[in-house]
């Protein structure tokens, strides 16, 4: 892993799903397709979101989704070769862009050649020890994530799926990548990816792990199994879901979750990813998606943003075959197809907003680790303070009512972003802000940065 850029764990990153991204076809094709370059093509639009990490969706050859692999040493034909995946790590390491890679090890495709080999082969094949399958009954039965029958549990009580997880994740941290994405890895005992994760770290040490966990002890997870990181969810709903109910209050108790979890390990926050609906849509508008987006930017953790949350797309996910697809969608080839208005309404004025947020947290890292304290809340408005290490602190103020007065304390403030004038997304003038003293008035389903000069 390349000493000269950012720690992963202080990266901000760009997530991409690259079958969607790049418009590839749903299912497998035998033919090689260049696709990867139009990834890359995107690098310099990443750096100049205020972004430093490019966190990919699945690359190896699958089936049809990504997540159904069936050579993890092989990119995906629909996306390209070896060649291509290694122009975008140089690409992006030129730029000082870290790249994460998406493993998916509790389960491969039921068209996977090892396991097609051992349903031909029978119960004594000598690779039947890698999968969980009954071949007690008329026909095999074989555990499944999820109840998908397509996607094939891997059997990890083995020392070979240990193996071989090990091995595919050193083959492509020796190849340039920075770390690793682990799926579903919270249906995976945390006994083998404490082994696994020994085997890595032996010959990459700093390789950067983030488990996806839904619910459950996270602590616990991370402690366990090795780890660096998990997916904050729990974040991720009392988020969105505080800002349609107009209840700070159930992000509060989160946040009291979320700081103890900082004593621990720094969490992957995130408000989208491939797998949920998108922020705009969750809370209606792209003015109040600028509150989750303030929230993302200034709470501890490892920040990742969606890509299309960032030009304020929409998207429903929905719970059914394709259901995933409204937020999968294909970029543009190159940044230069964008119009001047966005690739959505309020497109350029949200990704404006991104720029001004992750630069306030470029110039502030210390939030990456700061410690949270809740000033004032009410159903409508939230203010908390973030304290750093060794004295810094900013002081956010976020409100779903009309415009509101508010104490920030501790003497004269600063405001260093605020929300855009009037009903309008993306971020207005600093010097518009109204304070005396320590008081300030919230704009109305808007928010505020601060801090005491």
Known sequence: MSSDLVRPADALWWQV????????????????????????????????????GLALGPVFASGTHGYDTVDHLRI?????????????IAAAHDRGIRV????????????????????????EHPDN?????????????????????????????????????ADVMTHWLDAGADGWRLDAAYAVPTAFWARVVERVRARHPRAYLVGEVIHGDYTGFVTESGVDSVTQYELWKATWSS????????????????????????PWTFVGNHDVTRIVSRVGDARTAGHALVLLATLAGTPAVYYGDEQALTGLKEERVGGDDAVRPEYPETPDRVPGSGLAPDGAELRRLH????????????????RTEVLNVTGELLVYRQHGPTGESLTVALNLGEATETDLGGGAIEVLAISAAGDRAGQGDPHTARAEGSRITVPARGWLIAQHP
Do not use: K, M
């Open 76 to 88: 995906d034909p629909r996306l390209g070769d070896r060649a291509d995946f290694d122009a975008l």
């Open 17 to 52: 799903y690259p079958l969607g991204f790049t418009g590839s076809e749903p299912t497998a094709t035998p033919a090689v397709r260049h696709r990867i370059p139009r990834i890359t093509a995107w690098l310099d639009y990443l750096v100049g979101t205020g972004l430093n």
């Open 243 to 266: 800002i349609v109910d107009h209840n700070w209050h159930e992000l509060v108790w989160t946040l009291g979750r979320h700081d103890e979890f900082v004593t621990h390990f720094r």
């Open 355 to 370: 720029q001004a947020l992750f630069g306030l947290r470029q110039r502030h890292p210390w939030l990456a680790a700061a």
């Open 129 to 165: 020890d890698l999968f969980r399958i009954d071949w007690s009954g008329p026909e095999p039965a074989w555990d499944c994530f999820e109840g998908h029958r397509q996607l094939v549990t891997l059997n990890h009580d083995s020392e070979r799926v240990v193996d071989w997880v």
């Open 100 to 123: 994460l890679l998406d493993g998916v090890f509790n389960h491969v495709g039921v068209e996977h050649p090892a396991f097609r080999t051992v349903l031909a082969g029978g119960p």
